[in-house]
């Protein structure tokens, strides 16, 4: 089926391990993007994508780094986690027209104790 | 002042009622504005676009009120499958990024 997937679906993590989530989308979308959504903050942008080869920080960025690696995949990276940073992260991706919204994986739901 | 804001509820309502949500933005540039659904331990998914003149999609009905910054979401004839968290989403001008409210949680009760 068409969409976005996202690898691993749960992962725990001791603080100071680091990780990366993987995102692949195949509607051939040209902007991708990082969620992160906790209880009562709801959803949050870590880091986005417009294009293929570029990256932009979003509303929190620290603590995460991105790869585009190229159109069809967009992978997160926990250099040194934090029990901060447990979270569900949601990876989505759009068309350069904004109208249709986001399509988002499933989530990776991380715990880093 | 948050940029999208909604009431947390929850709504409790029985099968059949008509239940209202409204959501606030503080951005008059935004241009594009939605409503998402998020099932419990689910991925939100695109409920509807809302458009300037109002738009309706079966039993549900979205409008837009620009003058007072607010967008509304109406469902008729609730179901009990309707059960879920509904997310207000709005996308500033000359931007690409959705800006999501906290989420209105609805429990439709048989």
């Known amino acids: 089926n068409a969409g976005v997937t996202q690898t691993p679906k749960f992962q725990v993590l001791k603080t100071g391990q680091s990780m990366t989530l993987q995102c692949a989308q195949d509607?051939?979308?040209?902007?991708m993007y990082w969620y992160r959504q906790d209880p009562g903050m709801g959803l949050r942008l870590i880091y986005y994508s417009a294009s293929e080869g570029t990256t932009d920080k979003g509303e929190v960025p620290n603590g995460y780094n991105v790869s585009r690696l190229n159109k069809r995949e967009f992978s997160l990276r926990l250099e040194s986690a934090a029990p901060s940073q447990t979270s569900v992260y949601f990876c989505a991706s759009s068309a350069v027209r904004t109208d249709d919204g986001y399509t988002f994986g499933s989530g990776t739901r991380l715990t880093v104790v | 002042r948050k940029e999208v804001e909604q009431d947390p509820g929850p709504f409790n309502v029985p099968e059949g009622a008509t239940v209202a949500f409204n959501c606030t933005y503080s951005n008059s540039a935004s241009q594009s504005f939605f409503w998402y659904r998020q099932d419990c331990r689910k991925e939100p998914k695109l409920l509807m676009s809302v458009y300037s003149s109002g738009n309706e999609d079966g039993r549900f009905t979205a409008q837009l009120n620009r003058a007072s910054q607010y967008i509304s979401l109406l469902i008729r004839d609730s179901k009990l499958s309707d059960s879920a968290t509904y997310l207000c989403v709005v996308i500033g001008a000359g931007s690409y990024q959705l800006t999501f409210g906290k989420g209105t949680k609805l429990s439709v009760i048989p």
């Open positions: 509607m051939n979308h040209n902007s």
